[in-house]
Each structure stands twice: as C-alpha cells, then as structure tokens.
C-alpha cells in the first residue's frame, strides 16, 4: 500500500503542476532514509491559490496521514511551490 500511495502521491503533484501551476521545470526527488520516506517536488511556477480548497492538497494531506506522517507545502526559493510529504 505504501509503494501505491508513493506513486499516487507523485502522479497527483505533477497533476496539480500540469494543470495549474504554469511551469517550466520541475523535480521530484524520493528518498528513504531508515523508516522516513520523504517526497519532495518543486516547480518554478506560480504557486497555488487557496490550497485549503483543493481536493488534490487534500488527497496528499490523507495520503501522508494514513502512514502516520505528515504532509507541508510552502512556498519555494524563486516562486515555485515545495510539496512534501513524509
């Protein structure tokens, strides 16, 4: 279940950067270190709106929850959006 909710978690960011963000780069980067499993994915675009109201931020924020961690997403360094999820 793990390995789906990784994949699923990845698919829905490059989704919500696709579709809103307006972006010219992107990079994920996955990385297990002991039992943290961390997802990080960062694009140069314009950042969301009210991420309270989005399904997607949501689905990642239950995603994270089911696997007892937790899930952040800041503004990055030169306007994109960081979406973590650990």
Not at 56 to 70: I, Q
Not at 77 to 83: D, S
Request: glycine residues 14%; aromatic residues 2%; without cysteine.
């Amino acid at each position: 279940m793990l390995t789906q909710d990784v994949i699923a978690a990845v698919r829905e960011t490059l989704t919500n950067v696709a579709k809103h963000a307006h972006a010219t780069s992107v990079s994920v980067d996955v990385e297990l270190a002991g039992d943290e499993l961390t997802i990080n994915v960062a694009d140069n675009g314009v950042g969301v709106g009210d991420p309270s109201t989005a399904s997607g931020v949501a689905n990642l924020r239950t995603r994270a929850g089911h696997h007892h961690g937790s899930f952040v997403l800041t503004a990055g360094p030169g306007g994109g959006q960081w979406l973590s999820g650990e």
